[in-house]
């Protein structure tokens, strides 16, 4: 009916009149509002928004008012804790303060992984163990990773396998997508802990070595490639996205990792109240724009900190802590050590033997080649010398056929010859006999 009060009708139109105004008018002076889901990690973006005003702007700095709301990877982020749907790499991240990468492995594919960081893996699954090359295995060993890397691969053609990762010591794990970082990202040394078999570990130097000499790293890990890859930090991870000329200055060992677009650097900490409150003479800047992984606990300062408490002893537990067995302790730590070196010589060793071996064999081959090489020249001179023996030989009886089948020839023109003659006689003796009997004939009558 006409006079009929319509609930659509009057919400449509109020919206439209007066609740559009004021959210336009509302939203033109404050920031807009992105609805995301919980499961998606909240980012800042990578161009400063218009709504961000410059507190400071120099050449090589911009200071921003404002910052991110959300910068730490909490455990309900799904983008880190398995792969996407259109993902090569099939892996799901599972643990709270120590996690563990669970990867499932197709048929054709190929998981690389850091030497003993395996915690299963199922049957089907077989593993090599590869270096890489001389300068590829040197220079993982300057990045904190080891001369030799497992390659993992499932040997059926149907069905998968399961291989899980984990570090040897408390750690998150992150996954890094290349598509995401332009095809590479630089990470603190020995970050690397899986991934696809197209990714190659390099080296990478800071701009400033003299900071070096004073707790700061020379190297650094760079990752390249395709695919995705896994590596481990320690403690609380915070993804922080860095705008244009923007600076964080982050204490040492606490970077994980940061795209290529940012620039590190190494800086000497002013004032000597400030290096005591800092507790180093360097720290790390990061300049944007660009992502930036840092975490909370580095695992170095971790037994730093308790050798430290066990030679000192600390004030509750020095009654009990004895000298003998923190003797003992360092002792141990020392003899790991001196292990891990003995380990490293006898590697290195290795390697040179192998390549030895190979250059060797090589080296055989060659010689080999080169006797089968000429082996087969001799024999094919040896070849041609009877082909042209053999076409010399045809030539001289073709030769001597073509002269006999002259000969044969000639005789048969002079028979030919003498044939015709004969008849040419036979014939006039004929024709002069009749001429002789027709005058008799014409005589008689």
Known sequence: MKGVFSFKHYNRNFFSKHCLKSYSLYFRQKP???????????????????????????????????????????????????????????????????????????????????????VYQTSGIEMNTITGGFMSSFKRLFTGSTLFMSEYYYKFTKGFGRVAFAENFPSKIIPIRFSDYNGAIICQKGAFLCGTSEIEIDLEFTKNFKTGIFGGDYTLQKLKGTGTCLIHAGGSIIQRR???????????????????????????????????????????????????????????????????NINTGSTVERSEVSKDENDKLIKLLEDQKNEKEKQAKFALEAQEKKEKEL??????????????????????????????????????????????????????????????????????KENTDNKEVKDKENEKK
Do not use: W
């Open 359 to 428: 250059k060797e064999a090589e080296l055989k081959k060659k010689k080999e080649n080169d006797v089968k090489v000429m082996e087969s020249i001799a024999k094919n001179e040896e070849a041609e010398k009877i082909l042209a023996k053999e076409k010399e030989i045809r030539e001289h009886t073709e030769k001597i056929e073509q002269k006999e089948m002259k000969q044969e020839e000639l005789k048969e023109n002079k028979e030919n010859k003498e044939s015709k003659e004969n008849k040419e006689s036979t014939d006039n």
């Open 32 to 118: 807009s509002i992105q609805l995301k889901p919980k499961n998606v990690l909240v980012q800042e973006q990578k161009t400063p928004p218009s709504y961000s005003p410059i507190v400071y702007e120099d050449d090589k700095e911009i200071v921003y008012e404002n910052h991110p709301i959300h910068e730490s990877i909490e455990i309900t982020d799904r983008d880190f804790r398995e792969s996407r749907k259109n993902e090569e790499l099939k892996f799901k991240i599972s643990g709270l303060e120590s996690q563990v990468a669970i990867i499932d492995v197709y048929p054709g594919q190929k998981i690389k992984s850091e030497t003993d960081k395996v």
């Open 242 to 308: 860095l705008r244009v000329k923007e600076k964080i200055k982050v204490s040492n060992g606490l970077i994980v990792c940061f795209e290529t677009s940012v620039t590190y650097e190494k800086e000497f900490i002013k004032n000597v109240k400030n290096i005591i409150g800092q507790g180093s003479i360097v720290c790390a800047t990061l300049t944007g724009p660009g992502d930036v992984f840092l975490q909370t606990m580095h695992f170095e300062d971790l037994v730093n900190e308790i050798v430290d």
